[in-house]
């Protein structure tokens, strides 16, 4: 039984991890249109508009997978308190590890 919940720590550490980086990379393409005043992302040839980067990001089904293989692996809803909350703690991390290699 540890065992099995060390694994699926470890599991959803990974994916967490992956999920940070596909964001990031994602983000990057995200377009600013001052005229709509919306954020647009031409993805696989589908167009996805939304107030913020976030928004535009969260509505692309690989990330709605990737949020979905974390809930099942850590048994909390992705989009409550507890689950975007730890989301945001690796994407911090990851943003701050990128930013620093580029000022380097």
Do not use: F
């Not at 540890?2 to 959803?12: D, W």
């Not at 709509?36 to 031409?42: S, V, Y």
């Amino acid at each position: 039984m540890g065992r099995e919940i060390m694994n699926n720590q470890i599991i959803e550490e990974k994916l967490r991890h992956e999920l940070a980086r596909k964001k990031i990379n994602i983000e990057k393409k995200c377009e600013y249109n001052k005229e709509t005043m919306a954020w647009t992302l031409r993805w696989y040839g589908e167009v996805y508009i939304g107030s913020c980067v976030r928004q535009v990001i969260d509505q692309l089904p690989l990330i709605k997978k990737y949020k979905k293989d974390i809930s099942e692996v850590s048994g909390t809803d992705e989009n409550d308190t507890i689950g975007l909350y730890s989301q945001m703690v690796v994407d911090n991390k990851l943003h701050r590890e990128i930013y620093l290699k580029e000022r380097a």
